[in-house]
């Protein structure tokens, strides 16, 4: 009788909904700083952990057709393995000031040239002046059925060679039904460029599950921008009907990735720039990743005019082969504003001038397919 009682408990619990909230967890600290860990739960039983280190997200789990919960998201259970010499990769993390390639990291803005350098900050402030996944940024949170997670930094004038102090403000919320929404916005005080994204790598299956050559990858995008020998984007648009880079009808990843096509072998797979169709600034569907066998679906949402699709092409760093990731383990769908957009004035302008506020929405939200 008692374990017919105890069975019964089990099982109501089972079906009682999950407390949606936003939960804290000290995660050690940087430079000085402290970090935490920011868990996020909707009434549904999906989770969303995000640190303040680089904004990163290290987790969503989501379930799949047989109501297991599995984590989608390539990332790691510690900081100290994201502060690794080891590590590489940028998992999950927000990039700025200017998210993917700018030809010969320089551009000119009011007829000064501006040059980049990702270790500008030797020379300069050791804790500030640096990109921004490797920043701790300030958290601040709101809890409820929605938890938000407001996370900001500021990135001063003459960081890595950008010109303006940059404000930065980036909002993730864990929505009623299964989205998490990333809201940008930054302002500035002087000319500058901006372009931020975020760089998680999805495994619909599970972050340690093998390939994802299998699953299926729809991108709303008709044509490529075409990149140089350092697959930097000049300028040049080329449209996918044809060739190997059309995933506008749902494709296996694997099916294409090994083509002749010289931008797939100088990459050793997929490492383009969608132009998204649709008017950029609006909402609207940019790609969408399924897992036939779990029957997981993520659709991504964006109101950026671009899309970089990246199928984990190298062997990734000790720290993540650890946990069993590999080549083609995952793919990154990074909405963003157009690579060497400072550089091309047919590209969707990337200038940010003072009085004017940098905003961009981005949404993943994940489906069971029946």
């Given at each position: 009788?008692k374990?017919?009682?105890?069975?019964?408990?089990?099982w109501?619990?089972?079906a009682?909904?999950?407390?949606?909230?936003?939960t804290?967890?000290?995660?050690g600290g940087?430079?000085?700083?402290?970090?935490?860990?920011f868990?996020?739960?909707?009434?549904?039983?999906m989770?969303a952990?995000?640190?303040n280190?680089?904004?990163?997200?290290t987790?969503?789990?989501v379930?799949?057709r047989?109501?297991?919960?599995?984590n989608v998201?390539?990332?790691f259970d510690?900081l100290?393995?994201?502060t690794?010499?080891d590590?590489k990769?940028r998992?999950?993390?927000?990039?700025?000031r200017?998210?993917n390639?700018?030809?010969?990291?320089?551009?000119?803005?009011?007829n000064?040239t501006y040059?980049?350098?990702?270790?500008?900050?030797v020379?300069?402030?050791?804790t500030?002046?640096?990109p921004?996944?490797?920043?701790?940024?300030?958290?601040d949170?709101?809890d409820?059925?929605?938890?938000?997670?407001?996370?900001?930094?500021i990135?001063?004038?003459g960081?890595m060679g950008?010109p303006?102090t940059?404000?930065?403000?980036?909002?993730?919320?864990?929505?009623r039904?299964?989205?998490?929404r990333?809201?940008?916005r930054?302002?500035?005080?002087?000319?500058?460029v901006?372009?931020?994204?975020n760089?998680?790598y999805?495994n619909?299956?599970g972050?340690?599950?093998g390939s994802?050559l299998?699953q299926?990858l729809?991108?709303?995008?008709?044509t490529?921008?075409f990149g140089?020998?350092?697959?930097v984007p000049?300028?040049?648009?080329r449209?996918?009907?044809?060739?190997?880079?059309d995933?506008?009808?749902?494709t296996p990843?694997?099916?294409?990735?090994?083509?002749?096509?010289?931008?797939?072998?100088?990459?050793?797979?997929f490492?383009?720039?969608?132009?998204?169709?649709g008017?950029p600034?609006?909402?609207?569907l940019?790609?969408?990743l399924?897992?036939p066998?779990s029957g997981?679906?993520l659709e991504?949402?964006?109101t950026?005019?671009?899309?970089?699709v990246?199928?984990?092409n190298?062997?990734?760093p000790?720290?993540?082969?650890?946990?069993?990731?590999?080549?083609?383990s995952?793919?990154a769908l990074?909405?963003?504003?157009?690579p060497n957009?400072p550089?091309?004035?047919?590209?969707p302008?990337?200038?940010?001038?003072?009085?004017e506020?940098y905003?961009e929405?981005?949404?993943?939200?994940?489906?069971?397919k029946?």
């Amino acid at each position: 009788m008692k374990l017919v009682t105890l069975i019964a408990v089990l099982w109501t619990l089972a079906a009682m909904p999950a407390q949606a909230g936003i939960t804290v967890q000290a995660w050690g600290g940087v430079r000085g700083d402290g970090v935490d860990l920011f868990i996020l739960t909707n009434a549904r039983g999906m989770e969303a952990r995000i640190t303040n280190y680089g904004a990163i997200i290290t987790a969503i789990r989501v379930p799949g057709r047989d109501g297991k919960v599995t984590n989608v998201v390539q990332g790691f259970d510690s900081l100290a393995e994201y502060t690794s010499p080891d590590y590489k990769g940028r998992y999950g993390a927000i990039i700025g000031r200017f998210a993917n390639r700018i030809m010969d990291n320089s551009f000119r803005i009011n007829n000064n040239t501006y040059r980049i350098s990702r270790d500008a900050y030797v020379l300069n402030d050791a804790t500030n002046n640096r990109p921004y996944d490797e920043r701790v940024w300030e958290a601040d949170t709101k809890d409820g059925a929605e938890p938000q997670l407001i996370l900001s930094l500021i990135d001063r004038n003459g960081s890595m060679g950008f010109p303006g102090t940059l404000r930065v403000q980036v909002t993730y919320t864990l929505t009623r039904n299964n989205v998490l929404r990333m809201n940008y916005r930054a302002v500035t005080d002087k000319d500058t460029v901006v372009n931020l994204t975020n760089h998680a790598y999805f495994n619909m299956a599970g972050d340690a599950s093998g390939s994802v050559l299998d699953q299926l990858l729809t991108v709303n995008a008709d044509t490529i921008t075409f990149g140089d020998d350092k697959n930097v984007p000049t300028g040049v648009m080329r449209k996918v009907e044809g060739t190997a880079f059309d995933f506008r009808t749902p494709t296996p990843i694997g099916k294409n990735i090994n083509a002749p096509d010289p931008a797939i072998q100088l990459a050793k797979g997929f490492d383009q720039n969608y132009a998204l169709n649709g008017k950029p600034g609006t909402l609207r569907l940019a790609a969408r990743l399924e897992d036939p066998k779990s029957g997981r679906v993520l659709e991504e949402w964006t109101t950026q005019p671009g899309l970089q699709v990246y199928s984990a092409n190298y062997p990734p760093p000790t720290v993540a082969a650890t946990k069993g990731y590999a080549v083609h383990s995952s793919v990154a769908l990074e909405a963003q504003g157009f690579p060497n957009a400072p550089n091309v004035p047919s590209f969707p302008s990337t200038l940010l001038r003072p009085g004017e506020a940098y905003t961009e929405t981005t949404e993943y939200r994940f489906l069971v397919k029946p």
